[in-house]
């Protein structure tokens, strides 16, 4: 995966994460900052703020180590062992906002309800990873 899309795809996907990570409160500073950001294309940027703290730093290294999916989504291991025979990533169904492609959401079990965005307040669709 190219570095700015992983990148992109991190920002997108730990927004659902944010509150766990931060608390309500800087979740809600850290969601328009990262809504900001993604719209301007501003990897860097959106770098700065995933490294910006413990809880998020961590999250995004896991978010890495887990082959660019969340490392809840993959089972909370923080590390899915793909070299080994008979295990590798999981195969899970990745949900977008419609309104903006800005929150991503993957869904670890067809019993799991699917999200709205908390920008646009849409549900979110599938959509295939793109990288």
């Known amino acids: 995966m190219e570095r700015d899309?992983?990148?992109?795809e991190g920002a997108?996907?730990?927004?659902?994460?944010?509150?766990s990570l931060v608390g309500p409160?800087?979740?809600?500073?850290?969601d328009l900052r990262l809504a900001e950001l993604l719209a301007a294309d501003d990897s860097q940027?959106?770098?700065?703020v995933l490294q910006s703290s413990e809880g998020t730093s961590q999250w995004w290294r896991?978010?890495?180590l887990c082959g660019g999916i969340p490392a809840a989504a993959a089972g909370g291991a923080g590390v899915v062992r793909s070299d080994l025979p008979?295990?590798?990533r999981p195969v899970l169904d990745r949900?977008?906002?419609p309104a903006g492609n800005d929150y991503v959401w993957y869904r670890r079990s067809p019993a799991s309800a699917v999200p709205f965005c908390k920008k646009h307040n849409v549900q979110l669709?599938?959509?295939?990873?793109?990288w």
């Open 5 to 8: 899309e992983a990148v992109r």
């Open 12 to 19: 997108r996907a730990i927004r659902f994460y944010l509150e």
């Open 25 to 30: 409160q800087a979740a809600d500073q850290l």
């Open 45 to 48: 940027q959106l770098l700065d």
């Open 62 to 64: 896991d978010f890495l």
């Open 86 to 88: 008979g295990l590798g």
């Open 95 to 97: 949900y977008v906002c």
């Open 125 to 130: 669709r599938a959509e295939a990873r793109g």
